[in-house]
């Protein structure tokens, strides 16, 4: 089946440390791979994405790539701010289909001054 | 100009109380999908509606009923509401001719409180 996991929260650093969030995945096909970020009160925002094995998704300083050997897509920032405060949350999706987007269950990082 | 638009953005309710959430795209995107969000964060399909086809997920209960007036809009319709129903609902919209990798927009969410 498809399914992701990602590491459990909350994660909470200091402003300008490095981070990384564990994502891994099991699907059947080829899926393609996203990181979704939601910040307080607001809806889930597309962070980045990678559609094929050892592609690098990016965006905003944020960076995933995804190893089709591990079966990993793990989000990785080198210096976090305190606005990057938000619950993250890994998918992936088979196909063209309507219903096939699986996410993970969410990680929560709060990043302190 | 919001994308995907959800009301309301509250709704505190009792027990056995009949609600509805209402979901509009102005994206022209031609598959809307209702989420479930609870406590822990975990987000969970409830259906998508792609012009034709309404595809439930079969854990949702019945009490749930989506109905789509037109490809623009989704809204929820819940029946008598129980404590487990609160949570986070949110709405959300995409391209799915746009190939595997199109993405979702998300409306804002609607925080439901039954009491």
């Known amino acids: 089946g498809n399914s992701v996991t990602q590491m459990e929260g909350p994660v909470t650093l200091s402003e300008e440390a490095f981070l990384t969030i564990n994502c891994t995945y099991t699907?059947?096909?080829?899926?393609?791979l996203f990181w979704y970020v939601q910040y307080p009160g607001e809806g889930l925002q597309l962070l980045l994405k990678?559609?094929?094995?050892?592609d690098k998704g990016s965006n905003k300083g944020f960076e995933a790539t995804y190893r089709k050997e591990t079966t990993s897509f793990h989000l990785e920032k080198g210096s976090v701010q305190v606005s990057d405060s938000a619950v993250y949350f890994c998918?992936?999706?088979?196909?063209?289909?309507?219903?096939?987007?699986?996410f993970g269950t969410g990680t929560r990082l709060t990043v302190i001054p | 100009d919001t994308a995907v638009s959800q009301t309301p953005k509250y709704l505190v309710t009792q027990m056995g109380n009949d609600k509805s959430i209402k979901c509009e795209q102005n994206?022209?995107?031609?598959?809307m999908y209702w989420y479930k969000q609870d406590s822990k964060k975990f987000l969970k399909i409830m259906f998508s509606?792609?012009?034709?086809?309404?595809?439930i997920n079969e854990t949702v209960p019945n009490r749930f009923s989506p109905k789509s007036p037109d490809k623009a809009h989704l809204n929820l319709h819940i029946n008598s509401l129980e404590l487990g129903d609160s949570a986070v609902y949110f709405c959300?919209?995409?391209?799915?001719?746009?190939?595997?990798?199109?993405?979702?927009?998300f409306g804002n969410g609607t925080r439901l409180t039954v009491t």
């Open positions: 994206l022209g995107h031609d598959t």
């Open positions: 699907a059947t096909g080829y899926p393609s």
């Open positions: 990678a559609t094929k094995a050892d």
């Open positions: 509606y792609n012009n034709k086809e309404l595809i």
């Open positions: 959300a919209s995409s391209q799915v001719g746009e190939g595997k990798w199109a993405p979702l927009h």
């Open positions: 998918a992936l999706k088979v196909g063209t289909g309507a219903n096939n987007l699986f």
